[in-house]
Structure formats: structure tokens, C-alpha cells
């Protein structure tokens, strides 16, 4: 890039010797035909080396892009879920896509606008002055205004850049849950509604961004405007200067070559300002995100427990999501190893937010929790997540193979494999694909029904033994029989692990050492299915309702 840009301020110099020489009396072919041919081989070089330069600094921007997304996403894996759960997904798909490549734009471009505007547009100067003091004087007698004009630009540049950043982040969660959620579009038939919110958040979008386009277009006809008035300057004062013999006519045409070249370092001003100033507005918001820290995380001495026999006390635990509505008061339980625990309750009693509590997936508001004999905050996370297997309550599934979603990347062995699709009697759905385990299920697995994509994601929580292992609600969009069949299974594997099921089916629950009924964020009753159907009145009115549908097969 250097050698590119002494190139630059060579190719005028020789201009200048050509012109003198065309304007003597004898002119020499010869040494015109070599200023030629020098001019020549100068440009083919320059061209050369702008290629490479362009690949190697522009690279350099694409590793530092790769790099800064590459650390986002990590990071953005290491947050917890209270910030997805205040955080929109547009917001954090906005920081991983455009503000990246704004940035990255910054970094690249504006390193060669900082080479060219010291190295080119500081040389260039130092020539022109001492080739005419005051022709140079004269000549930037406009150029004051452009670097003003170019500072309010900028300025209104990083305000437009920012809220049409903030529009598109908008724009891209719109979209993105309107994809998410096209079905109940379609059954409802909400495209016109739906159409009209993504319009206007469109056009929200076009109209803040085209503020932001009118600035930049704005910049280049008065950049054009003031740099034609310094070339005016120079013809008009510089042909005085040449009638009068101070300058030579090779040396006005020079001159004029320089102002030429001295155009793109005073211009790159501006540009590198509109990069720098949108690289700055974008990196402040990836900053954003990678300051959040997670308020779950391990402590700087984590305890270290060569096993974990998978007791779980709780001791007059509860938990808000941070509001200031509990959503669990004084919650005390003890859980022995390798018991067989049932949760029940009325929806929203705070079933699934206090097994989310056991993998430590949000932090404990009051009271504790104790893993074996461990407070669960001075556990390594990895640690105790390794022996902790969680189903939650939604079935997510990817966009890959059946063999995917339940191996996730492990290594198992086939007689595994094929016991945990038996327990979660998989068999008979498996060989019905088309390509079996191989068979891709589609986006959030929208090929498989709603009971498929649940025993599915079933395999994926038991392929692996844990000592606790945790279904939030597993049989729900099951037929009676199909989940009577995986109960009974299920109850017959791994004995020696902590089962904690949640089911508004009691007679899932029916099996398990112990059953804890919920309602509004507090233990209500328990004890065994016997005792409760005598003991509790919810559970007994449940059980009945629920015996007299499964018998008239409602």
C-alpha cells in the first residue's frame, strides 16, 4: 500500500516532464515514448499491488469479523435464561449480522483511509506547498468548510445510523416470529394482520434508513462542489503564474494531478468518518451484549464432587423471575437418591419453574438448595448440568435427522441407541420414515406430530445415564396407552437415578415413591398416589375426572 502510494506521487512528476518537454521548441520522441512507457509500467505495478493489498487488509477484516462473531455466539451461549428471557431474538440476530459487518467495514476500510489520509494526503500537501506556497493556500481556501460541513454529517450520520440499527432489529423479530409461528397464521388466517405489522415495521425501517442514505448521499456533490472550486482556484491564480513564467506549464498540470490525488485522502475524511462513526455506533452495541454476564455462573472456587448421588433438598426456597410477584414461597423438599418423585398441580402453579431451579437454569431468590451436600451455588456448572439430564416442557426439535436429535453429537452404543427408542417406543415411528434415524425432520421438527417430537426429545434426555433426571410434563400429547406403555418402561430403567416426573396425569404419577402436589407456588400436599387419592381433595377430584375419560376414551 505504501509502495502504491509513492506511485501515485511519482506518476505527476513525470507527468510534469512530459508536458515541459512537449512545450520546448525540439521535442525528444525518445524520452517521450520512456515517459510514456514509465507511466505505463507505474500503473500496471500500482495495479498489482492494489490487488494484493486489498486482499490482505480486507482479509485481515474478515478474520476480525469472524472473530468478533465467533466470541458473540459463545458468549451469547453462556448467558443464562433470565437474559433470553428480557432479550428479543431480533435484537441479538441484528449484533451478529449488520453490526458485525459494520465493524468490519470500520476496520478494513477505515485502515486504509488512515494509511492514505497521513501517508498519500500528507505528502501530497507537503509537495504542493513546495511547489507554490500560495497556489496551495488559495487552493484550500474551500477545504475548511468541507471538514465542517463533513463533521455535522457525521455527526447526524451516527444519530440516523443508530435508530435505523434499532428499526431493523425490530424489523428482523418481526419477521422472525411471524416464520416461527406461520401455521397459526395460515389456521387463522392472520396473513393480512401479520402482513400489515411486518409493512409497517418495514416501512418504519425504509424511512429511518433513507434519512440515513440522504446524508450520505448528501456528501459526495458537495465533496464534488468544493473540489471544483479548488481546481477553478488553481487554473484561474496558476495561469497568471504561468503567463508570468513562476510555473512552468508541466508544472500548473502537476499541480493539478496533485489536488487530484490530495481528492481522495480529504474525501476519505468524510467516508472514514461515516465508517467510524457507524463502526463505533455498532461496536457500542455488540459491547452491549458482550458485557451482559450471566447471573448464573460458577463460582471462582467451584466445588468439585468426584460424584453426585443425586439427594435434592430444598429449604424454604423461593423465586420471582425477578418480579415482584413470587412465583415459589418456602418450598422445602428432600429428595433421596434413586427415588421416584411426582409433581403435580394446576397449570401455573410453579411446577416447571422449580424444576428449572435443580440445573440451576435461574438462581434461587430465598431459601436454598442443596445437591447431595453441596450448596448448589458453589457447584461447577458443567459439573453439575453433566449429571443432570432436564426435558423441558416444550419439545424442541432441530432442523437435522432423527439420529441427530437424540445423539446431539454423542457417541453411543447401538444396543443403547436401540434400548432408549424401545423405552420410548419409538420402534413403529422410526421404521415408518421413510430413511429411518436418518430421515430429516425438518425445521423444529415440523414433520413429526406433536407426541413424535415429545418422545423424540424424550430419547435425547435418556440417552445418556444421569443421576437426576427431570421431565417436565413427557406424556402430554400422548395417547393413554402410548403413555402408559412409556411409564412403565421408563420406571424400570436406571434405578439407581433421582426421577423427578411432572404430569397432569395422575396415573403417570401413580408408580412414584412420593408425589408433591403444587398450587400457586407452594407445596399443597403430599404423599403416595393412595394416600393423596384419600388425603387431598385436588388430587382426588383429578384422579376421578381423569379414570372416567380414560374409560369412556374421551
Known amino acids: 500500500m505504501i509502495i502504491v502510494d509513492g506511485a501515485q506521487l511519482i506518476i505527476p512528476q513525470v507527468i510534469k516532464t512530459a508536458v515541459d518537454t512537449l512545450t520546448t521548441p525540439h521535442i525528444d520522441r525518445y524520452v517521450l515514448v520512456i515517459q510514456c512507457l514509465f507511466i505505463a509500467g507505474l500503473g500496471i505495478a500500482m495495479a498489482i499491488l492494489r490487488y494484493w493489498w486489498r486482499i490482505l487488509l480486507m482479509g485481515s477484516a474478515r478474520d476480525v469479523e469472524k472473530g468478533i462473531r465467533d466470541d458473540l455466539f459463545r458468549h451469547i451461549l453462556e448467558l443464562d435464561s433470565a437474559y433470553f428471557d428480557r432479550m428479543k431474538t431480533g435484537d441479538i440476530m441484528a449484533h451478529a449480522t449488520s453490526d458485525i459487518a459494520h465493524v468490519r467495514m470500520a476496520f478494513g476500510f ?54 435505523a440499527q434499532e428499526s431493523f432489529s425490530q424489523l428482523t423479530e418481526q419477521i422472525r416470529e411471524s416464520f416461527f409461528g406461520i401455521r397459526v397464521i395460515k ?113 471462582k472456587s467451584p466445588a468439585r464432587p468426584s460424584t453426585i448421588k443425586g439427594r435434592i433438598r430444598f429449604n424454604r426456597a423461593g423465586f420471582s423471575y425477578g418480579q415482584k410477584h ?136 435418556l440417552i445418556i445415564d444421569k443421576q437426576i433426571i427431570i421431565l417436565d410434563d413427557p406424556i402430554s400429547q400422548l395417547d393413554t396407552h402410548t403413555a402408559q406403555t412409556i411409564i412403565s418402561r421408563l420406571n424400570k430403567m436406571n434405578p439407581r437415578a433421582t426421577f423427578i416426573t411432572i404430569s397432569h396425569r395422575l396415573s403417570a404419577l401413580a408408580a412414584c415413591d412420593w408425589i408433591y402436589i403444587m398450587d400457586k407456588g407452594v407445596i399443597t400436599g403430599q404423599g403416595r398416589h393412595e394416600e393423596l387419592i384419600d388425603a387431598n381433595q385436588f388430587y382426588k377430584d383429578s384422579f376421578r375426572v381423569q379414570q372416567f375419560e380414560e374409560a369412556h376414551g374421551s
Open 326 to 461: 413470587a412465583v415459589l414461597s418456602n418450598i422445602t423438599m428432600d429428595i433421596s437418591p434413586g427415588t421416584r418423585i411426582g409433581i403435580t398441580g394446576p397449570p401455573g402453579s410453579g411446577k416447571t419453574s422449580l424444576v428449572q431451579l435443580i440445573p440451576r437454569l435461574y438462581n434461587l431468590d430465598t431459601g436454598s438448595l442443596f445437591i447431595d451436600d453441596h450448596e448448589i451455588s458453589s457447584l461447577d456448572l458443567d459439573l453439575l448440568r453433566e449429571h443432570i439430564a432436564f426435558m423441558p416442557q416444550e419439545s424442541f426439535l432441530f432442523s437435522g435427522t432423527l439420529e441427530e436429535n437424540i445423539l446431539m453429537g454423542r457417541e453411543i452404543e447401538k444396543e443403547r441407541l436401540k434400548k432408549i427408542i424401545h423405552a420410548c417406543d419409538l420402534v413403529t415411528t422410526i421404521k415408518a420414515m421413510p430413511e429411518g434415524l436418518k430421515t430429516v425432520v425438518g425445521e423444529r421438527g415440523v414433520t413429526l406430530s406433536g407426541g413424535q417430537k415429545q418422545r423424540v426429545a424424550m430419547a435425547r434426555t
Open 110 to 163: 477505515g485502515v486504509i483511509v488512515l494509511v492514505d489520509t497521513i501517508l498519500l494526503g500528507g505528502t501530497t500537501l507537503g509537495i504542493m506547498i513546495w511547489t507554490d506556497p500560495k497556489l496551495t493556500a488559495l487552493a484550500m481556501i474551500p477545504m475548511p468548510f468541507l471538514i465542517l460541513l463533513t463533521k455535522h454529517l457525521g455527526k447526524k450520520m451516527h444519530t440516523f445510523h443508530n435508530t
Open 187 to 299: 389456521v387463522f388466517n392472520f396473513e393480512k394482520t401479520i402482513g400489515q405489522k411486518v409493512d409497517q415495521a418495514s416501512t418504519d425501517y425504509f424511512k429511518k434508513n433513507l434519512k440515513r442514505a440522504f446524508v450520505s448521499a448528501l456528501l459526495r456533490p458537495m465533496l464534488g462542489l468544493f473540489f471544483n472550486m479548488s481546481s477553478l482556484i488553481i487554473i484561474f491564480y496558476g495561469g497568471f503564474l504561468v503567463m508570468k513564467q513562476h510555473l512552468t506549464p508541466g508544472e500548473l498540470v502537476a499541480f493539478l494531478q496533485y489536488m487530484n490525488v490530495l481528492a481522495w485522502p480529504i474525501i476519505a475524511i468524510g467516508w472514514m468518518t461515516n465508517l467510524f462513526q457507524r463502526g463505533m455506533a455498532s461496536l457500542k452495541r455488540i459491547n452491549g451484549l458482550l458485557d451482559a454476564n450471566p447471573s448464573v455462573q460458577s463460582p
